[in-house]
């Protein structure tokens, strides 16, 4: 078994593909400087014995494996990795208050933020992911704390986008409906804060870029990270556009997740998100929209006409009740659509497997033959292709192709959930965990083999994990704070009241839990 191969050449032998038919012949992947470059079937080479075979420096005998494309989580928050299970499924806006509460100044050591991106990367790995999208959030625009999410990143050896923190509305700005709300002191407290500065963003965007291009790892890139077009002026989100365009990185942003904010929408523009972002010129194929749930029938055929994608987020929109992505329509409607687990402070998991079947299901409740839940085999498009295409890497990566990446997912053909094999990308789906994973393969190297991750010391690292985690426990989640219940007593007011107002939005999703 191949335990790495740094440079060269690495051939998977004899390998099922997952998504091919279960009698479809089983191939040789030989892959070279970290790209695909031949797929053979193994009865085709066993009928010319005389036919020359790639010379590789490691091999791995896959006769019992099964190859997916590496799965692509399209949405996560490393800054969330200490607090699984810290809240209980509260709305959107009163559990941002908790996680990120915007009247505290918090300065945390440089090494957690290592920590914290190095979990979620190990636990990636090990549920078969050799991607994701970072939504890091770094308002202070940290030189140091971005260095350690991309060392974590590096030194594990996922293939990670790392999102840019922006916005240059203050918090309260962004919650319009609850200005009235607010007791009069906290009113005043929220309004003295600072709003965030555009242009020092900007320069730390390119610093950051030249930054991460110093590393010389090409699996390493940066988004544009604005925090939700509610913390966004339009002249903000226009000079975005301009700047995605000039460096050719994708747009990574929270869209109409919750009703609150489809309401806010209509308070600050008395239009839906999605037209203020077309007007700034933002709305294009380097927008990846999280979320995405309280769309109108315009919107999903704007998002549509102008090539924008979107990534579905089920367990944190079950967890926080937020509602259901319209996935059905937006397929229809020809939109791309990807998978992400969110933030392990919202969901509870970012065990990928546990995105894969909750997409796979919830979208049958309400399924008839003119609108039918997406297939099991469109589930893993979004989990793959789909996702490669939010990250800016469409054509380059998310399929098992000549020339494209070699990130691969190796799963025990002989696991439970693949006997018998009846149809690959139903057990995964359906029936798989991430106990099914074998080998996960980035670039061309093995990065998780043998129930462990290949590049670090996975014991030790989970050892100062622990104790971190610890100590952000005691820190943070076990504090008394009389003006964040202050904060969250008016939130939970807004929440009523937006409820009472949801007449006044013309189209609502048909499946919504609150």
């Known amino acids: 078994m191949a335990e790495m191969a740094s440079a060269g050449e690495l051939t998977v032998r004899g390998v099922r593909l997952g998504l091919a038919h279960h009698d479809a012949p089983r191939?040789?992947?030989?892959?070279?400087?970290?790209?695909?470059?031949?797929?053979?079937?193994v009865m085709q080479?066993?009928?010319?014995?005389?036919?020359?075979?790639?010379?590789?420096?490691?091999?791995?005998?896959?006769?019992?494996?099964?190859?997916?494309?590496g799965f692509v989580n399209a949405h996560a928050h490393s800054n969330e990795s200490f607090e699984q299970g810290a809240y209980e499924g509260l709305a959107l806006e009163e559990w941002l208050a908790l996680a990120y509460p915007p009247l505290v100044s918090e300065v945390l050591p440089e090494r957690w933020h290592y920590l914290r991106a190095a979990m979620l990367a190990m636990q990636s790995l090990r549920s078969g992911v050799t991607a994701l999208h970072d939504d890091f959030l770094n308002p202070a625009c940290s030189e140091a704390a971005l260095g350690q999410v991309l060392a974590a990143y590096s030194d594990v050896g996922l293939r990670a986008c790392v999102a840019v923190t922006m916005a240059?509305?203050?918090?309260?700005?962004?919650?319009?409906?609850?200005?009235?709300?607010?007791?009069?002191?906290?009113?005043?407290?929220?309004?003295?804060q600072a709003r965030p500065c555009f242009a020092s963003q900007t320069d730390f965007f390119k610093n950051a870029l030249a930054l991460t291009a110093s590393r010389g790892n090409p699996r390493l890139q940066l988004s544009l990270g604005p925090r939700g077009p509610q913390r966004c002026t339009p002249e903000m989100l226009g000079q975005l556009a301009q700047l995605a365009s000039q460096h050719a990185v994708p747009v990574h942003m929270h869209v109409l997740e919750s009703r609150a904010q489809a309401l806010t929408a209509q308070a600050q523009h008395g239009r839906s998100f999605i037209t203020v972002l077309d007007e700034a010129g933002l709305l294009t194929e380097s927008l990846a929209l999280n979320h995405a749930v309280w769309l109108t029938a315009a919107d999903i055929e704007r998002i549509a006409r102008r090539g924008a994608r979107v990534v579905h987020n089920p367990l944190s929109?079950?967890?926080?009740?937020?509602?259901?992505?319209?996935?059905?329509?937006?397929?229809?409607?020809?939109?791309d659509v990807a998978l992400g687990t969110d933030g392990a402070a919202t969901g509870d998991s970012v065990d990928y497997f546990d995105s894969l079947r909750m997409a796979a299901l919830v979208h049958r409740l309400d399924a008839t033959e003119?609108?039918?839940?997406?297939?099991?085999?469109?589930i893993v498009d979004?989990?793959?292709?789909?996702?490669?295409?939010?990250?800016?890497?469409?054509?380059?990566?998310?399929?098992?192709?000549?020339?494209?990446?070699?990130?691969?997912?190796?799963l025990h053909a002989h696991d439970p959930a693949f006997l018998p094999l009846n149809d690959g990308p139903r057990q995964l789906c359906y029936a798989a965990t991430s106990r099914s994973v074998?080998?996960?393969?980035?670039?061309?190297?093995?990065?998780?083999?043998?129930?462990?991750?290949?590049?670090?010391?996975?014991?030790?690292?989970?050892?100062?994990?622990?104790?971190?985690?610890e100590e952000f426990r005691r820190m943070r989640l076990s504090r008394d704070d009389p003006e964040a219940d202050a904060l969250r007593a008016a939130l939970s007011r807004m929440q009523s009241h937006g409820r009472a107002r949801s007449h006044e939005l013309a189209t609502l999703n048909r499946i919504c839990l609150t």
């Open 27 to 41: 191939v040789d992947i030989h892959i070279r400087n970290g790209v695909i470059a031949q797929l053979r079937p």
């Open 168 to 192: 240059d509305r203050s918090y309260r700005e962004g919650l319009p409906l609850a200005e009235t709300l607010w007791p009069a002191a906290l009113r005043a407290r929220l309004a003295s």
């Open 438 to 469: 074998h080998t996960v393969i980035v670039g061309g190297q093995v990065v998780f083999a043998h129930g462990r991750c290949t590049r670090v010391d996975e014991a030790g690292l989970w050892a100062e994990i622990a104790a971190a985690a």
């Open 317 to 335: 929109n079950f967890k926080l009740a937020s509602g259901l992505c319209p996935l059905k329509p937006l397929l229809a409607a020809g939109v």
């Open 382 to 410: 979004m989990a793959t292709r789909a996702g490669a295409a939010t990250m800016g890497n469409a054509g380059r990566h998310g399929e098992i192709a000549v020339g494209q990446s070699a990130d691969l997912t190796l």
């Open 370 to 378: 003119e609108a039918p839940a997406p297939n099991a085999r469109k």
């Open 45 to 69: 080479a066993d009928a010319h014995p005389g036919a020359s075979k790639p010379s590789s420096l490691a091999e791995i005998d896959a006769t019992e494996l099964m190859a997916f494309p």
